[in-house]
């Protein structure tokens, strides 16, 4: 009997947590019907507000946040959600209720009307006392992680501290296990980034990335992919290896990214499947968040990229050898 995404996490870290995922992918099933049936529908689009990023939202988006929040809201241990679209964490009355679901809704979702992927993050937080002060704590204090990418197949990934797996839905709407003990090579023959932006990044990313094209990272020659929707090119840098960067640039200094909505779920699991992420000198999960939409660079992929990337920021600032 193939095993399903609640009962793979029950089986591993109790009902609690088990019962968290499967209300992820209940609304994943409806967010993956409605992207597939959007041409048929009213659905392409802008919503016509802006979420408090700044940003247009687009239907879907306002689609995959109501059902997230929906969803989730029925279960006696969430005691809250933090979503990139809201201003602030929607508290759930349940007493006793120990996680917080912390996500992204429809990442990558200016692509919609063009019909490229796009994807759910989110990742799971222990909750005591204060929501927000439970959330802001090192990534490294996460309890699990996981993204679903709408794409010729609908795919969902996650990892619990240990290891990653992957799931795929099926014409039942159930996702089952399709891949245990996922692995990212430790070198990949892909860089992906938004080159356009190249000339107002710091020079170090510069430099790094004439490396990767010039063939002088251990003599391996690269090619470009670059989806622009983070998801769909973290997952083919999962699978096939490589680098995603998006540095910091002259109009997002800190970096465009969310540290909790994207950098941190994505590099538990880059992690749990033997890659590395970085915001350029630091860890990624090694640091703590100021707010909740906070926003960092992030750079994310092969080890050996990774290492290289950081080497090459911590000899621009002086810091030495790692
Ligand atoms: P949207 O959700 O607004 O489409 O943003 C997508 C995203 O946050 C992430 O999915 C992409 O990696 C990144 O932005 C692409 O940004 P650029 O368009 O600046 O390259």
């Keep these: 009997m193939a095993t399903t995404v609640e009962q793979y996490v029950t089986e591993r870290a109790g009902a609690e947590l088990g019962s968290v995922y499967g209300a992820v992918a209940a609304a994943a099933r409806e967010i993956a019907r409605k992207i597939r049936l959007a041409g048929l529908g009213d659905i392409y689009g802008a919503f016509g507000a802006t979420n408090v990023q700044g940003e247009q939202q687009q239907k879907l988006d306002v ?15 969430v005691a809250a959600i933090v979503s990139e679209e809201d201003e602030g964490p929607v508290l759930f009355d349940h007493a006793g209720a120990k996680f917080a679901v912390i996500f992204d809704p429809l990442d990558g979702s200016s692509n919609i009307d063009v019909n490229v992927n796009v ?3 989110f990742s799971v937080a222990k909750v005591s006392g204060d929501v927000v002060a439970s959330v802001l704590v090192p990534g490294t204090e996460q309890v699990a992680a996981g993204y679903v990418v709408y794409g010729p197949s609908c795919v969902f990934v996650l990892t619990l501290g240990s290891g990653v797996a992957s799931f795929t839905l ?36 510069r430099d790094y990335l004439a490396t ?25 840098t999962l699978l096939k290896g490589g680098v995603f960067l998006y540095p910091p640039t002259e109009k997002a200094p800190r970096g ?18 033997g890659g590395a992420a970085v915001n350029g000198a630091d860890r990624i999960l090694d640091l703590a968040a100021e707010g909740i939409h906070d926003r960092t ?16 920021v911590h000899e621009s600032i ?3 050898a790692l």
Excluded at 177 to 201: F, V
Excluded at 256 to 273: G, T
Excluded at 301 to 311: D, N, P, T
């Design 63 to 77: 689609f995959a946040n109501d059902e997230l929040t929906r969803i989730l809201g029925t279960l006696p241990c």
């Design 212 to 236: 990767l094209i010039g063939g002088k990272l251990n003599d391996k020659a690269y090619s470009a992919r670059y989806i622009g929707s983070l998801v769909a090119d973290f997952h083919r």
């Design 170 to 205: 099926d014409d039942s709407g159930e996702f089952l296990l399709s891949s245990d003990a996922m692995k990212m090579p430790t070198q990949g023959p892909y860089y992906s980034t938004n080159e356009a932006n190249a000339a107002t990044w710091p020079a170090a990313y």
């Design 256 to 273: 465009k990214l969310r540290l909790l909505y994207e950098a941190r779920p994505l590099a538990m699991i880059a992690e749990q499947a």
């Design 318 to 320: 002086g810091l030495g």
């Design 297 to 312: 660079a992030l750079i994310v992929g092969s080890q050996v990229e990774v290492e290289a990337l950081q080497k090459t």
């Design 119 to 121: 994807g759910t993050i």
